[in-house]
């Protein structure tokens, strides 16, 4: 069953920063949040994970409410080969990544 | 790149039949996972091996099984292929177990066509 929910698409201009939201108030306190990506078909690839601080890499950032009933996973400057499928995911009882439908994300130029 | 490896990228093959589907993962990662996506749904969990022991079954079929080899490549054996199979099979690798199993690295996948 999947803990967390995602808006199904959302539409972001070239240039802008793109912010994806996930809703994710079942989880635990010592549940990570994982956002990956899937570009048309091709292996998903890992953005980023976090607990309770926000977090930053080359690629994204990741804010997390004090609450940590939600987050969102922002792309500074979106770009077209940013339009994608984002999965925002925990884990099950099992340790396996649980997989929603994910937020399509497209860029306009 | 991911650095995870998968052969071949596209299988054609008729119903009934068995394919094997093979999997190198990083350098250095223990854990390898298979994953099936049907056409346009979610990515469907299937198996995953930790340094060539089975640690966890997702939505595997009977007829599917895997196994990781010494070498920590895997294979994920399809046998009595029927129509509903063809789909996209990704490998996926991460460095152990506890933390550092939501951080997995996807090969590029098989597209696999039952006709």
């Known amino acids: 069953d999947a803990k967390t929910t995602q808006p199904p698409s959302m539409d972001c201009a070239e240039g802008r920063a793109a912010n994806l939201p996930c809703n994710h108030s079942?989880?635990?306190?010592?549940?990570?949040v994982y956002w990956y990506r899937q570009i048309h078909s091709q292996g998903p690839q890992y953005i980023i994970h976090?607990?309770?601080?926000?977090e930053t890499n080359e690629m994204a950032s990741l804010i997390i409410t004090e609450d940590r009933k939600s987050s969102t996973l922002i792309l500074p400057h979106a770009t077209l080969r940013d339009t994608a499928v984002y999965y925002c995911?925990?884990?099950?009882?099992?340790?396996?990544?649980?997989w929603g439908a994910g937020t399509k994300l497209i860029i306009k130029p | 790149d991911s650095g995870v490896t998968q052969t071949p990228k596209h299988l054609i093959t008729a119903t009934g039949q068995r394919v094997t589907l093979r999997c190198s993962p990083r350098?250095?990662?223990?854990?390898v996972y298979w994953y099936q996506q049907s056409l346009d749904q979610g990515l469907q969990f299937l198996i995953q091996?930790?340094?060539?022991?089975?640690?966890a079954k997702g939505n595997i079929l009977e007829r599917f099984s895997a196994q990781q080899f010494p070498d920590l490549h895997s294979e994920l054996n399809l046998s009595s292929l029927e129509l509903g199979d063809s789909a996209l099979y990704f490998c996926?690798?991460?460095?152990?177990?506890?933390?550092?199993?939501?951080?997995?690295?996807f090969g590029p996948g098989t597209r696999l066509t039952v006709t």
């Open positions: 996926a690798s991460s460095v152990g177990l506890a933390g550092g199993r939501g951080e997995q690295y």
């Open positions: 350098s250095g990662d223990l854990s």
């Open positions: 091996y930790y340094n060539g022991e089975e640690r």
């Open positions: 079942t989880i635990s306190g010592n549940e990570y």
């Open positions: 976090g607990l309770k601080n926000n």
């Open positions: 995911i925990s884990m099950d009882s099992n340790y396996q990544l649980i």
